[in-house]
């Protein structure tokens, strides 16, 4: 599968976006697309607040029902370029 450079930023800055929200630093926890969110320290809460950011930095909606089937960073990335593919 080839990532284009839009995606590549997109994980780049969620990934960042999760690290400073665990608020550990980038030595003690480096997400990877296929880091688990749970895993990483997100819970439901800091998650809909990660969510919430992105929504806001992307200006873009992201629904309830779309949460469900997030397992992994690249998951929540995919979700965000999938969503971003849909602006006019």
Same mark, same amino acid.
């Given at each position: 599968?080839?990532?284009?450079a839009q995606?590549?930023?997109?994980?780049?800055?969620?990934?960042?976006?999760?690290? %400073?929200?665990v608020?550990k630093?980038? %030595?003690?926890v480096?997400?990877?697309?296929?880091?688990?969110?749970? %895993?990483?320290?997100l819970d439901?809460l800091?998650?809909?607040?990660?969510?919430?950011?992105?929504?806001?930095?992307?200006?873009?909606?992201?629904?309830?029902?779309?949460?469900?089937d997030?397992?992994?960073?690249? %998951?929540?990335?995919?979700?965000?370029a999938?969503?971003?593919?849909?602006?006019?």
């Open positions: 599968m080839t990532v284009s995606d590549s930023e997109i994980l780049e800055i969620i990934t960042q976006e999760i690290i %400073d929200f608020k630093e980038a %030595d003690e480096t997400p990877t697309a296929e880091s688990n969110l749970a %895993d990483i320290g439901s800091k998650f809909m607040s990660i969510v919430f950011k992105i929504e806001a930095h992307y200006e873009i909606e992201l629904q309830e029902e779309d949460a469900d997030l397992r992994t960073v690249g %998951d929540l990335a995919n979700l965000v999938g969503r971003m593919g849909e602006l006019p």
